[in-house]
Structures are given as C-alpha cells and as structure tokens.
C-alpha cells in the first residue's frame, strides 16, 4: 500500500502520471489541496481525540482544505447539527493554525428548527452562526448546499455576493446543482457583476449509479456534469468517493444502486490496476479522480489512522495515460 502524503513545497497542476498535489479552486485564482479532508462526523461518530487524531494527521501531511457544514451532523447519534463546526473551531483555536488553512462551510439543508430552504435571510443568518461556531472571521469556501426545488438563483447568488463584499466569505460554490443550472447561475454572476460559483461539490465515485437512480437531495456527478466542468474550468470535488468503504470492506456492501453488469466489469479493471499499481483499491479510485479529464478533487474521510494513511498514500499513486484509459472504458461496453 502506498503510504504519503502531500510533498513539501506543494508542486503546481502537472502533466498526467505525476504528482497531483494541489489543484485550482477553478478560476478563484487559488490552488487547494488535491484531497480535501471531510469533517462531516467530527463531534459526533467521530469522537473528539478520534477528530483531532484525524485533523493533525491529515495536517501533518501537508494538508489544508477542510469541508464541514452547518448541519453536520444532526443525524447521528446525539448530534444536533452544528457539532462539525464547533470541534473544528475548537482544534484551529488550540492549534493556532487558522491562517494556513482553506475552510469551507455550507448552507441549505435542514436541522433543528432551520427548514431546508435558500433565501437571503436564511443565507445570512446561517453564515454568521457558523462563523461563531468555528471562531474564525471569513469561511474560505461557502456552498449553496443544495439547489433542492430551484430557489431564485438572483435572491441566492446575491446573497452570496453581500457575504463576499463584506469579507465573510471568500469563494462560493455549489452543491447538489444539475449543469444547467450551473450554467444559469454563471450567467447571472457576470450579467450582475456577483462573485460566481468557482466548483461544484456532487455525489461522485469509479462506479456509475444505475441509470434513473435518485439519491434524493444528492445529485450524482454525470458525463453532462464532468464536460460542463471541462468547458467552464468549474472545479469539480467528489464526496461519497469511496462509498463508505464499500469498495473493500466485507461490513458494507456496494449499495444497491451500484449494481450491474457493466459495474462487475470496472471492479475488475480497478483490482487489476490496484494489482499492477502495487496500491490499494481505493487509492486507484482517488488517484483516478485527481488524475481525470478534468482533475476531480476528492473529499476523503477517515476515522482511523490505517483508512487515513491509505487515502493520502493516493497522492503517490501515479497512473499513466494507457491505465486511466482501461479505467475509463471498462464496463462501457456492457
Ligand atoms: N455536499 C454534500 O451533499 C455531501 C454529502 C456527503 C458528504 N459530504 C462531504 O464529503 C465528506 C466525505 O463523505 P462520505 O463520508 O460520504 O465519504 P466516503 O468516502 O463515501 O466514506 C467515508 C467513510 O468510509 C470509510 N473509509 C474511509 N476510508 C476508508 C478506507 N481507506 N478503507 C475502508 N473504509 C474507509 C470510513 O467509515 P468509518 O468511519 O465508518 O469506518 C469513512 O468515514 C464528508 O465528510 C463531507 O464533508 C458532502
């Protein structure tokens, strides 16, 4: 397995086969973290020496793109939304470190008493309450977390565009949104002269759902997606990436939605490279995002040391044009 992590100095986009440390926030004029770090169950699942042993490692690393959200998690156990930002708050107080780091923060979704809806108040006030929560003067990356029943894009985008004019929020993006959408938001950013969306956060892995699968509230990155990032330069960041462990772990089947014949195909081929590669399954799959066309920033999440290690180790895994190339074609024959 390929144990790594992110070189020191950072080195800029490079050519397919090499190092892909850091890549650009879209045209934000900003280079991230190729992997960033998800701390969706810090404060909650995660409890906190478990968090902070996650944080400092991936820190460690050289790692510095950090994505929580204002809900995370109220759905696990004795979480009430909130817990995320708070124990992040916590560590960058302890550690000092909040001005090496790249911080995003979203809003959309429900939890307590805060319905699920993206309104100029809601848009506001939801800002500054995470603002409190992690104890920091400017979210780095602030996403619209969902587009769920197509709110006005001018009432959202101009929203947005206040909190960036007034230094809350440096970079916006977008989450859960469908291309064309994308695109109408574009357009009213520069028709109006607001701060635009710079990336798209989808629900994205190797394997394909089966075509008509919903996910709900999540919208599932699709080839119309990835050539809509391809023309625009929109940087698109994957969660869901390793489907909870699902890939490899004998305690969490391949959801049903994972399924088919063309799917049994790439497993193989991802196995047969993993075999070749002399790297875990999983680290074929983060290396073929952020080596893709375009570049995909995987969100990676890990709640023990061996899971955090494999991930970064996939900043080392390196693969050439002919095997990108098998990855991508395999099962689409089927
Ligand atoms: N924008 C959105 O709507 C949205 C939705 C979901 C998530 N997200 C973001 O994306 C991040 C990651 O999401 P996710 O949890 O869905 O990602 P995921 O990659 O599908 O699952 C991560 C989980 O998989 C297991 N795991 C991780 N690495 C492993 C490894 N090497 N081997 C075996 N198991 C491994 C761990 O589970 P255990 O800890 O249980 O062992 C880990 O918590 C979140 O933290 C959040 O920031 C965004």
């Known amino acids: 397995m390929c144990k790594g992590g992110f070189q020191n100095p950072p080195l800029p986009d490079t050519e397919m086969g090499e190092s892909v440390q850091t890549l650009s926030l879209g045209k934000s004029g900003v280079d991230v973290s190729a992997l960033c770090l998800g701390a969706m169950y810090f404060g909650t699942r995660n409890d906190h020496a478990t968090s902070y042993r996650m944080l400092d490692m991936y820190l460690d690393a050289g790692g510095t793109f ?8 109220h759905w696990a156990d004795g979480g009430r939304g909130g817990e995320s930002e708070t124990l992040l708050g916590e560590w960058l107080r302890e550690r000092g470190n909040r001005a090496n780091l790249f911080i995003a923060s979203k809003v959309g979704f429900e939890y307590g008493d805060v319905p699920r809806e993206l309104n100029a108040r809601r848009i506001e006030e939801e800002c500054n309450r995470s603002l409190r929560r992690m104890g920091i003067d400017t979210i780095d990356l602030y996403y619209a977390h969902n587009d769920y029943g197509c ?7 101009a929203a947005f565009d206040r909190l960036v004019r007034a230094g809350k929020v440096r970079f916006i993006g977008a989450s859960n949104y469908r291309a064309w959408r994308l695109e ?3 357009c009213l950013s520069q028709s109006n002269g607001w701060a635009a969306y710079c990336c798209v956060q989808q629900r994205h892995t190797y394997l394909p759902p089966r075509p008509g699968t919903s996910f709900g509230a999540q919208i599932a990155a699709n080839d119309d997606l990835l050539d809509y990032c391809r023309a625009t330069g929109l940087r698109l960041l994957a969660y869901s990436a390793l489907l909870s462990g699902a890939y490899t772990r004998d305690d969490r089947p391949l959801p049903p939605e994972y399924l088919s014949a063309g799917n049994e195909q790439r497993l193989r081929t991802l196995r047969d490279v993993a075999a070749e590669m002399g790297a875990t399954v999983n680290q074929i799959i983060l290396a073929w995002m952020l080596h893709g066309d375009p570049p995909v920033i995987p969100l990676i999440a890990a709640s023990t040391k061996a899971q955090m290690q494999e991930n970064l180790g996939a ?3 390196h693969l050439n044009a002919e095997q990108m190339q098998r990855l991508n074609v395999a099962g689409t024959a089927v």
């Open 315 to 317: 900043l080392d895994v």
């Open 184 to 186: 109408a938001a574009r």
């Open 151 to 157: 709110p006005p894009l001018d009432e959202v985008l």
């Open 66 to 73: 950090i994505d929580t959200a204002n809900i995370y998690a």
